[in-house]
T-cell receptor
Framework: AQKVTQAQTEISVVEKEDVTLDCVYE???????LFWYKQPPSGELVFLIR??????QNEISGRYSWNFQKSTSSFNFTITASQVVDSAVYFC????????????FGKGTRLHILP | KAGVTQTPRYLIKTRGQQVTLSCSPI?????VSWYQQTPGQGLQFLFE???????NKGNFPGRFSGRQFSNSRSEMNVSTLELGDSALYLC????????????FGPGTRLTVT
């Protein structure tokens, strides 16, 4: 079975603090894609990153970084020096690479950045 | 480039009625997926269309159906509405199926009374 778990339902941090959002997944597939999406209060999901299962290099994009560890089936997302505009719900998602199957989203983590 | 558009943005319907939601993907995108988002169940996949063919379907009853037209625009239909169908319905488009990142529309907020 495929499953994405985001154990942190809600997190609050003070502006400028670093925060890590956890994502743990389960899949029987050996090749797959992992995604992160952001849903700000406006409601529209915004694509942040896609990672292939065979590429375990960490990625940094500005204040955002992602740590993919296949050994622990985790794909964690860190925001450095958080800002109020980072307040949103963040979703982690999983999709098989070599077969036609649907994307599975985690339940999301609601992040509050307090001024 | 215009983003994904969904119409209507808000809708109020009565139990037993049916509803049709529309989604226009980004120009050049051939894949459209639909999702239902509720506070309790989170984001749940409904179906995916690629070049007018349904590629995948989520675990929803047959009351939920969809289609895609030759211009890639898509519609989803819910018949015999139930109170539990109240949700935000999101449409996402992508260049192709599978690996491509999806671009989401603003959603249609459906309230069933």
């Amino acid at each position: 079975a495929q499953k994405v778990t985001q154990a942190q339902t809600e997190i609050s941090v003070v502006e400028k603090e670093d925060v890590t959002l956890d994502c743990v997944y389960e899949t029987r597939d050996t090749t797959y894609y992992l995604f992160w999406y952001k849903q700000p209060p406006s409601g529209e999901l915004v694509f942040l990153i896609r990672r292939n299962s065979f590429d375990e290099q960490n990625e940094i994009s500005g204040r955002y970084s992602w740590n993919f560890q296949k050994s622990t089936s985790s794909f964690n997302f860190t925001i450095t020096a958080s800002q109020v505009v980072d307040s949103a719900v963040y979703f982690c998602a999983l999709r098989p690479m070599n077969r036609d199957d649907k994307i599975i989203f985690g339940k999301g983590t609601r992040l509050h950045i307090l001024p | 480039k215009a983003g994904v558009t969904q119409t209507p943005r808000y809708l109020i319907k009565t139990r037993g009625q049916q509803v049709t939601l529309s989604c226009s993907p980004i120009s050049g995108h051939r894949s459209v997926s639909w999702y239902q988002q509720t506070p309790g169940q989170g984001l749940q996949f409904l179906f995916e269309y690629f070049s007018e063919t349904q590629r995948n379907k989520g675990n929803f009853p047959g009351r939920f159906s969809g289609r895609q037209f030759s211009n890639s625009r898509s519609e989803m239909n819910v018949s015999t509405l139930e109170l539990g169908d109240s949700a935000l319905y999101l449409c996402a488009s992508s260049l192709g199926s599978g690996s491509y990142e999806q671009y989401f529309g603003p959603g249609t907020r459906l309230t069933v009374t």
